[in-house]
């Protein structure tokens, strides 16, 4: 009985030794290393530039300037030549298309801190101040960005007495 086993376990042993024909071998094949080609980065394409845009004395950054006419590099409105905007700040970001007639711009608001808005619901029209350097929205001025210290020129006003009253105020008992 033991050299029955001895010979089983023999026998056994040279089917493992002997290499199987490849159309019935079953095993996964060994790898081999391949060439690992990478794939090169999607380039965005290009903003259309639009001609009636390329040259626009608008186009750039312009900064909030405070009271002391600092650069507020934190809250700035970008115009691009593509006729598209963005208003950025330390936790906001809104985002359009502009039109530049004459001296004055209308932004029509696309997105309002990432929430889309329908074109035309949102408009807001300002003015452009000392050559286009500078505009006041909501009583903050924003300059052109690089314009050293800018505080735009302050409008003269002209005091005017009030008028005494036709008739003297009533006595006091």
């Not at 909030?64 to 330390?90: M, S």
């Not at 970001?93 to 074109?119: C, H, M, Q, V």
């Not at 505009?135 to 903050?140: G, L, P």
């Not at 314009?147 to 006091?172: C, N, Q």
Request: a positive charge.
């Amino acid at each position: 009985m033991r050299t029955g086993l001895l010979a089983s376990i023999g026998a056994f042993s040279l089917l493992l030794a002997i290499p199987a024909d490849s159309a019935t071998d079953k095993r996964k094949p060994i790898r081999t290393k391949t060439k690992v080609t990478r794939k090169k980065p999607a380039v965005p394409p290009a903003p259309n530039v639009l001609p009636e845009y390329k040259n626009l004395p608008i186009l750039g950054s312009y900064t909030l300037r405070p009271g002391n006419g600092k650069e507020n590099f934190a809250i700035r409105v970008v115009f691009r030549p593509d006729g598209t905007w963005t208003w950025v700040g330390p936790d906001f970001r809104s985002e359009g298309r502009y039109w530049f007639k004459e001296n004055s711009a209308t932004l029509d608001y696309r997105k309002i801190d990432g929430k889309p808005t329908k074109p035309g619901t949102v408009r807001a029209k300002f003015e452009f101040l000392d050559n286009r350097r500078a505009f006041v929205v909501d009583n903050r001025v924003y300059g052109k960005k690089g314009t050293p210290d800018y505080v735009p020129p302050v409008s003269p006003t002209t005091e005017t007495a009030t008028p005494p009253p036709a008739s003297p105020p009533p006595r006091s008992l």
